[in-house]
């Protein structure tokens, strides 16, 4: 791989992190709905992976958006938005509590240790949750944001030794922290989600993250 | 696709989809949470590794506030903002003169409750019909917005009769008050009143009727006095499960058996209480304790055991040469027991078949009880949430008057246990200018019969009628509205229809059963996320003052907050808000106990402690009636014990009402006819795994006591049972599948379902997680309006 096409990857990585973090951070909206429906976002995802999970995950996403493109966008959203509420935000027993913490330790709470290594990951490299102790800092779309962030510092290290410390910071937080998780946290959303867009979403994030893991461990051997 | 490059193996980038992906995320990037922090990247936070956790870790005190009847200190190791963990009481040494006041399991699990992932977050509304369990999360504009303007156009509309601060026991601080009164209490008075309420589920039937016989409800001897007794005798009470934290009487306890004390148990069940402390258990059937009173008065009786000259001297009715005038020899106690009025003397025959207790168990009770001085007689709330419960409760003091165990140290007239309260001030709610009041139990009457709710249909007290039954209610801290409320099915199928109650606000940690029947909700902030302080005492005086811990989490807010909004909203902000801040409150509290009480500290100190306690006392109950009745005469018509009470008398129901406390058939009792399809007596006894309600969703709770059906041997083998079977307990009430525990510390015929589990009804209305009240009934006690939240008749099978 020529340089050109190194920095298009970590671009695309970045893009796609992003997304990830944006999505499960957020509520959906309808702008957001009609834009991914309207240009066809999931029949063009921009790596092409030969990853099983992924493939399913875009596959249940391209149809979602397929069988709704003729659907009031405002009705469609009010139904994702009573899936993600379900899922993530309450109010009531939650189907998927969206923090490592609450999969990681035994009692299942907010704020344990994970939590707290989470922070000191985040504060390592200058970075700190806005709502710091009103919400948990570990939550999945802050954990994909914070991968996003370590991918632009990457793009815009000066030198060779930033770029491999930065990789091996991005292997690292995957390995002690997404990673330990994301399996049980993905098979949550599939068993309770209402919707092919969350099934599907879940589906990708764990399909990609096992990818991206591996390429990242590859290339740290390069 | 279009431009496509070789990325690496298994993976190919394209290019034109990227672009698209870009340009479609560009505005999204920027909604993120991280934020770079002034003080830059190169701090290193000390991460939480083995034996490092606690490391320069600040402990702060706070406190354990729910409705167990105790209250606990708590400990939070606090860092960087998060409660790392909780200790509780450590301050020694740990003796009679300082108890400790240790937390029990439910305290020490308080962390579960601050950090579990389903703590109500956000404020959100109703979308789908009431109950349907559809929300959807709104800001707090609209939902104060919403909040008010209800309140405002149906007091206009139906006055301020019609909305009603329901009954709330989950928060219970100096300045957070769900249980009348608080920031709640002053918002409504402000807005010109609210209807209140008398009784509670706790002890309705007791408090309504011990006034009758004693002239008040309070008087007991206070459990420090335990050691003084050569004997105990406990009808029910369960301290062991109840009040489990270690300032508490469960402790007294101890020290009487030490001293050698004999104790004996009275209940159906074999209680924790029962298995650490009784030399004797003595099982009875539930609705039965007045029978076996009446049993061992006949033996006393006939047996000449009894002591005349104190009941001569201080009572009335007892025997028909001390009936009050005008009332027609026949009516007393004695003629009672010894059958001159109904023809069936009160033999222990007569009793066994009853309660199910041996002869010869009833006559030696009566013998020990008789031969012995002094006996401290004790009854728990258990025996009084009865459909006989006024009656149940007023026939264990006649034990204490007919052996004179009154007035001297180490007796007990068959009275809750007395106390010397902490002094404290409390956050003004002001008066309520509503003077109607209903009975707490009869909230459902109040909204299914509209303006029929009367005096006379349904013991509305203040006012002859309510003019339009309930229309708004505020739920804040509370679970009586479903789930601690008798026939939830009834309940909610009331709630569902909003042309009767037309807005229900809900205030709370968690999703509650009670909550799901809300049209907003707003989520309130755990005793962790603010400052406050709680008195108890029960024995030795307590104070504690709760530091906060950590900022309030989520979108929480407090109810003063609330309260403070909708004030402003509603145009009342000047009559509300004092310009104070909760400090200001706290420490004009703090300043009342320093009236009070002169070695209380200053509030700085109480703040950094956390803590007061006072010298432990020694209460005698009615000492001073007892030493000179005639100067210190009891507040009753007569001024003595009145074992016939006149007023009974006079109501003129003899069968449902007596002058004297008899035995009371009960509907769905141990010899009624519906025990042919309801064969058995279901109790829901208190678990120590929950306060009520609270700590129902705690892991730690449910490993510590699963919710389970406790069930004889003999019935279940009746049944084809075995334990840990999932079983069906109905009625025609309601349904509720529950796995069953099966032991022989309960008597055969009777089953008991822990109260307080989350009622959690299956498409088919049957309740799977084991809630007691979808098979309890709404008719009320006969005197007291209140709770008989233990007689249900059932029947049990496997599912």
Known sequence: ??????????????????????????????????????????????????????????????????????????????????????????????????????????????????????RAFYLRHGLEYYRKNSEPDDHFGLEMEFMAKLISKQRQAQNKQDEQYLVREQIAFLQDHVLKWLNDFANDICQNSKTKYYKGLALLAKGFLTWDYQNLKESEII | MG???????????????????????????????????????????????????HLNAE?????????????CQIKGQVKDGVLLSITTDNEGPDTP?????RACLKGRAQRQRLYHPDRLKYPVKRVGERGEGKWERISWEEALDTTASELKRIIDQYGNESVHYIYASGVGGAFNQSYMGGPTGRLLNCLGGYLSFYGNYSQANYMYAIPYMFGSPYGGSSPTTFPDAKLIVMFGDNPACTRVGGLNSTYYLKLAKQNGVKIIVIDPRFSDTASTFADQWIPIRPTTDSALVAALAYIMLTEGLHDQAFLDKYCVGFDDAHLPEGVPAGNSYKSYVMGDSDGQPKTPEWASSITGIPVDTIKQLA????GVKPVFFIQGRGMQRHANGEFQALSVPILAFMTGNVGILGSNPGLYEGFTPVRMGSYPAGAN?????????????????????????????????????????????GNALVNQHSDTGRTTALLKDTSKCEFILGIDNFMTPSMEYSDIILPD?????????????????????????VEPMYECKGVYEICLELAKRLGVQDKFDEGKTQEQYLREAVAVAQEAQPDFPSFEEFREKGIYKT?????????????????????????????????????????????????????????????????????????????????DNLPWMEEAEPQRLWMNPQDAAARGIKDGDLVKVYNDRGTVKVKVKITPRLIPGVCSLPQGAWYTPDANGVDIRGCINTLTTWEPTKLAWGNPQHTNLVQVEKA
């Open chain 1, 1 to 118: 791989m020529n340089s050109k096409e190194v920095s298009i990857l970590l671009e695309v990585r970045e893009v796609i992190y992003t997304f990830l973090s944006t999505s499960f951070l957020l509520s959906p909206t309808s702008t957001q709905i009609t834009t991914v429906i309207q240009q066809r976002l999931f029949e063009e995802f921009p790596l092409d992976l030969d990853n099983q999970d992924a493939i399913n995950g875009l596959e249940l996403l391209s149809s979602w958006a397929k069988e709704n493109e003729n659907t009031n966008h405002e009705e469609l959203c009010k139904e994702l938005l009573q899936d993600y509420n379900a899922l993530f935000v309450g109010p009531g027993h939650l189907l998927a509590p969206p923090w490592e913490s609450v999969y990681l330790t035994e009692e299942k709470l907010t704020f344990g240790d994970p939590t707290m290594k989470v």
């Open chain 2, 3 to 53: 431009n496509v490059t070789e990325a690496k193996k298994g993976a190919t980038v394209s290019r034109r989809s990227f672009l698209k992906w870009s340009a479609a995320l560009a505005g999204s990037a920027a909604l993120v949470g991280c934020m770079p922090v002034s003080s830059g990247g190169s701090a290193e936070p000390a991460v939480a590794q083995a034996g490092e956790r």
């Open chain 2, 59 to 71: 402990i702060l005190p706070t406190i354990c506030w729910h409705n167990c009847g105790g209250r």
């Open chain 2, 97 to 101: 003169d300082n108890l400790q006041a």
């Open chain 2, 367 to 370: 013998r020990e009880i008789a």
């Open chain 2, 433 to 477: 200018p509503v003077e109607a009041k209903i009975s707490f139990f009869m909230f459902t009457d109040a909204i299914e019969k509209g303006g029929n709710h009367t005096k006379e249909s349904s013991g509305l007290q203040g006012a002859d009628r309510l003019p339009h039954g309930i229309k708004f209610i505020w739920n804040y801290g």
């Open chain 2, 525 to 549: 902030i755990t005793q962790f996320e603010q400052e406050d302080i709680v008195t108890r005492a029960l024995g030795q005086g307590l104070a504690l003052y709760g530091r906060k811990l």
């Open chain 2, 615 to 695: 010298k432990p006392s020694k209460i005698v109950a009615y000492e001073a009636f007892i030493k000179d009745p005639i100067a210190n005469p009891l507040p009753t018509p007569s001024g003595k014990i009145e074992i016939f009470s006149k007023t009974l008398y006079d109501m003129n129901r003899p069968d449902e009402i007596p002058a004297v406390p008899k035995y009371i058939e009960v509907k769905e009792g141990p010899r009624s006819p519906l025990r042919e399809k309801y064969p058995l007596q279901c109790i829901g006894h208190h678990s120590k795994r929950r306060v009520h309600s609270t700590f």
